[in-house]
């Protein structure tokens, strides 16, 4: 595709429940990122990949958010054990690795009831 | 403490003027990089604009500009001759290191746009 794909765009979840969010970077794009938007929030940095590496996971907010990049294109964004604060927009975004712009899909919407 | 820092929560303009989105940021890296982007209602983040800190001359990419102040660490963005269809939230963002770093972005708190016809 043309640019940075997100699903599911939206996704109800009962706390508790595990959810996986998918990213479809643009195709050669090297490096890969993961933010969390809260409602009226900027967007805060969760996890960077170069290729199949995780570089960065230092915004991850626990150990119920795991990320994996396994053939250095597509990324799953995991939840375990949703909880209400973890309602939010996830942001992915993907660029050559090299020059300044990042792209950005248009976020999956997640809602935790 | 916050590293960009947007002041406005929200802005009006008259369609057809200028507007200008403050911004300030805090680094100690030499090397940083200064951004903007646009996220209407739909969600996506679209990039308007971008500055390197050792970039001597102002950033511009159409109707958009980067006001660059790197000494009192500003880097404001102006809109000329806004259009209705620039109403949206605005987010001044950061990534320290070099462009071939792959760095995170950093992102002010937003300032909303809306634009009177």
């Known amino acids: 595709g043309a640019g940075v794909s997100q699903s599911p765009r939206y996704k109800v979840a009962k706390r508790g429940q595990d959810v996986a969010l998918r990213c479809d970077p643009i195709?050669?794009?090297?490096?890969l990122f993961w933010y969390q938007q809260a409602l009226g929030q900027g967007p805060e940095f969760l996890t960077y990949f170069q290729n199949e590496a995780q570089l960065d996971k230092s915004g991850l907010p626990s150990d119920r958010f795991f990320a994996e990049r396994p053939e250095g294109s597509v990324s799953t964004l995991k939840i375990q054990r949703t909880q209400q604060e973890d309602s939010a927009v996830y942001l992915c975004a993907s660029s050559f690795g090299q020059g300044p712009e990042a792209f950005f899909g248009q976020g999956t919407r997640l809602t935790v009831v | 403490a916050q590293k960009i820092t947007q002041t406005q929560p929200g802005m009006f303009v008259q369609e057809k003027e200028a507007v200008t989105l403050d911004c300030t940021y805090d680094t100690s890296d030499p090397s940083y990089g200064l951004f903007w982007y646009k996220q209407p209602s739909s969600g996506e983040m679209i990039f308007l604009i971008y500055?390197?800190?050792?970039?001597?001359q102002n950033a511009t990419e159409g109707r958009y500009s980067l006001n660059f102040q790197k000494a009192r660490k500003s880097a404001n963005l102006v809109i000329s001759a806004s259009q209705l269809g620039d109403s949206a939230m605005y987010f001044c963002a950061m990534r320290e290191g070099e462009d071939n770093q792959g760095g995170k972005l950093i992102f002010g708190q937003g300032t909303e746009l809306s634009v009177k016809p």
């Open positions: 500055q390197g800190s050792y970039d001597q």
């Open positions: 195709s050669g794009h090297v490096s």
